[in-house]
């Protein structure tokens, strides 16, 4: 567990709604509501939204209290978080903007095939992106941190040892990039929230998704497939995806100055080298999980069929700029600037 976020655990609340102590602005009490598509057992949950939460409430003196509710426990579908946070309904999310394809655009050149490196070089970039790029994406909310994972791989029913075994197989992808880059493998790209993995799966909806070892143990893909592939080289996952961490505008607004600066000093680049470190360090024991069961088999795609997959994946960056064309953003700059900030921070 992150250093940056041990404390003590979060406390229950009894409001879900932001109150305040009448003419005594500096014991205002809170309770921020916080929702996502996780449970509590899973690696994120576990490793930084408690310890997230439970740093805030330290660090507030008992002031600010974060209420947890997993995999969705106040409804709604899982596409529908952002708008959750930004209508109010809850106060916090932590949600992928990939599961609503386009809504934030201009998050999408690190979630793009092999512009990826690692979690901690592309969160700590991600840094830079966003006070450049990200403000007509984020202008709704007050984001907390964007982030990625430390990257997909392979894990489906079949070996995918080579460019050719993707041909024709339903795989699972979490944004539109991620199916495009399946579509151009050759595979049948799925579009899919996190928790509709296990029953597709189960069902032979999919044959495989890609994902980080971390999340297995969330997903039981451990139990539903046993074939699991990187590839060879320097990038051995084929992308990442972004994630958002975001708060109701009004909620922070709402809040004293010192209350305010809680948030912000637990927000941003003053979390981000922690996060990305946390994301490189939960793929061990998301591995281990799957290693336990003695079925699963463990493989690195061959440099040439590695060499075959990146060429074949490079019309996808095509696909994405016509995209941008489309709302007038330029792509390729996009591209260009997220690729120098992560081997910046890859140094």
């Known amino acids: 567990m992150l250093k940056l976020f041990k404390g003590a655990a979060v406390a229950g609340a009894a409001v879900a709604a932001l109150t305040a102590l009448p003419g ?14 996780i449970p509590p057992v ?6 930084f939204l408690i310890p997230w939460a439970e740093k805030v409430g ?12 997993w995999a969705m426990q106040l409804g709604g579908k899982v596409p529908q978080l952002l708008d959750q946070a930004k209508d109010g309904v809850v106060d916090i999310v932590w949600t992928l903007p990939g599961f609503t394809p386009g809504r934030m655009p201009r998050v999408e050149p690190f979630e793009l095939p092999f512009v990826h490196k690692d979690a ?23 984001p907390l941190l964007v982030h990625v994972h430390d990257g997909f791989l392979f894990q ?6 080579k460019l050719a075994d993707l041909k024709g197989k339903k795989i699972r992808a979490a944004s539109r990039g991620g199916v495009w880059l399946l579509e151009a493998l050759g595979a049948t790209g799925v579009g899919l929230p996190l928790p509709q993995i296990p029953q597709a799966l189960s069902k032979g909806v999919i044959e495989g998704v890609t994902l980080p070892y971390e999340i297995a143990p969330a997903v039981k893909t451990a139990e539903l497939v046993s074939h699991f592939s990187t590839l060879s080289g320097s990038q051995p996952r084929l992308g990442t995806n972004v994630f958002t961490f975001l708060m109701n505008k009004d909620a922070y607004d709402s809040l004293p100055p010192d209350l305010r600066k809680v948030i912000d000093d637990n927000s941003g680049v ?68 997220a690729r120098s900030l992560i081997d910046k921070y890859s140094k």
Do not use: C
């Open 156 to 161: 489906t029913k079949e070996p995918i040892l």
């Open 24 to 37: 005594v602005s500096q014991a205002q009490e809170v309770t921020l509501r916080m929702h996502t598509f």
């Open 58 to 69: 330290k660090d507030s003196g008992g002031r600010i209290k974060v209420q947890p509710f």
């Open 42 to 47: 899973a690696n994120p949950s576990k490793t």
């Open 270 to 337: 003053n979390i981000a080298k922690a996060a990305g470190e946390n994301w490189r360090a939960i793929e061990a024991p998301g591995r281990k999980v799957i290693e336990a069961q003695t079925k699963n088999k463990f493989y690195v795609i061959s440099p040439e069929e590695t060499a075959k997959m990146k060429s074949a994946a490079e019309p996808v960056f095509d696909r994405w700029y016509g995209e941008m064309k489309k709302i007038g953003v330029d792509g390729p700059a996009l591209v260009s600037d």
């Open 120 to 142: 901690l070089s592309s969160t700590l970039a991600l840094q830079d992106y966003q006070a450049k790029h990200l403000g007509p994406d984020l202008k709704d909310y007050q």
